[in-house]
C-alpha cells in the first residue's frame, strides 16, 4: 500500500492551495481516508476525514475553509484549501484506513509541505 501526496506549496494568506493524495494498493476504495497535518514543535493533528459515501468531518479549525473530496475511480482523496491562514502552514499528510475517529490508519504518505505567508 502507497500513498502519494503533492500539491503542497507557498502562498500567501488568503490564498488557496489543493492537495491530493493518490493511494494503491486495496486499501482505499473500501475505506475512509484522511488528512491530518504537522507544525513545526506541534503534535499531529486530525484535519479532515471522508467515508466511503462521501461524508466528511472537519477539525473546527478549518470548518468553512477546507473541503476534502474523494475520487474513488481514480483512488484519490483530495483537500481544497481556501482562506489559508499562516497558521495552517504545516506537512500535510494522508492517512488511512480510519476505522475511528480521532485513530489514524496504518498507513501514511511522505507529507506534503505547506506554507502559508503573512
Known amino acids: 500500500v502507497q500513498l502519494v501526496e503533492s500539491g503542497g506549496g507557498l502562498v500567501q494568506a488568503g490564498g488557496s492551495l489543493r492537495v491530493s493524495c493518490a493511494a494503491s494498493?486495496?486499501?482505499?476504495?473500501?475505506?475512509?481516508m484522511g488528512w491530518y497535518r504537522q507544525a513545526p514543535g506541534k503534535q499531529r493533528e486530525l484535519v479532515a476525514v471522508?467515508?466511503?459515501?462521501?461524508?466528511?468531518k472537519y477539525a473546527d479549525s478549518v470548518k468553512g475553509r477546507f473541503t476534502i473530496s474523494r475520487d474513488n475511480a481514480k483512488n484519490t482523496v483530495y483537500l481544497q484549501m481556501n482562506s489559508l491562514k499562516p497558521e495552517d502552514t504545516a506537512v500535510y499528510y494522508c492517512?488511512?484506513?480510519?476505522?475511528?475517529?480521532?485513530?489514524?490508519?496504518?498507513?501514511w504518505g511522505q507529507g506534503t509541505q505547506v506554507t502559508v505567508s503573512s
Open positions: 471522508i467515508t466511503v459515501i462521501g461524508s466528511t
Open positions: 492517512n488511512g484506513p480510519i476505522i475511528r475517529l480521532g485513530v489514524p490508519g496504518d498507513y
Open positions: 494498493g486495496s486499501i482505499f476504495s473500501i475505506n475512509t
